[in-house]
Nanobody, 119 residues
Framework: QVQLVESGGGLVQPGGSLRLSCAAS??????????MGWYRQAPGKQRELVAS????????TYADSVKGRFTMSRDNDKKTVYLQMNSLKPEDTAVYYC??????????WGQGTQVTVSS
């Protein structure tokens, strides 16, 4: 079983920055071989992929809405991924979830962290 714990959410003014973290723990998984992702879900909307990072090369992909503003990274030694969010906009307000996809195809989710962008 895998546990994912997100942190770093909060209230920030438009144009501000936040850094989210997601720490993985548990058994029967190899973090370095897992594809990690950040998703978000705003009230009344479907959950959407924000960013993902591969297990091997560590290459990243981003939703068009966050390209150039958000940066995802991973530290395999710490079993942690990060999402650096800059130039935040009110439309970035959502609950942000961390996801771990094992090589077997099984996916795990964190409990989510609230990000609110408001003046």
């Amino acid at each position: 079983q895998v546990q994912l714990v997100e942190s770093g959410g909060g209230l920030v003014q438009p144009g501000g920055s936040l850094r989210l973290s997601c720490a993985a723990s548990g058994s029967n998984f190899i973090f370095s071989l897992s594809v990690m992702g950040w998703y978000r879900q705003a009230p009344g909307k479907q959950r959407e992929l924000v960013a993902s990072i591969t297990s091997s090369s560590g290459s990243t992909t981003y939703a068009d809405s966050v390209k150039g503003r958000f940066t995802m990274s991973r530290d395999n030694d710490k079993k942690t991924v990060y999402l650096q969010m800059n130039s935040l906009k009110p439309e970035d307000t959502a609950v942000y979830y961390c996801s771990l996809l094992k090589s077997s195809g099984v996916r795990f989710w964190g409990q989510g962290t609230q990000v609110t962008v408001s003046s």
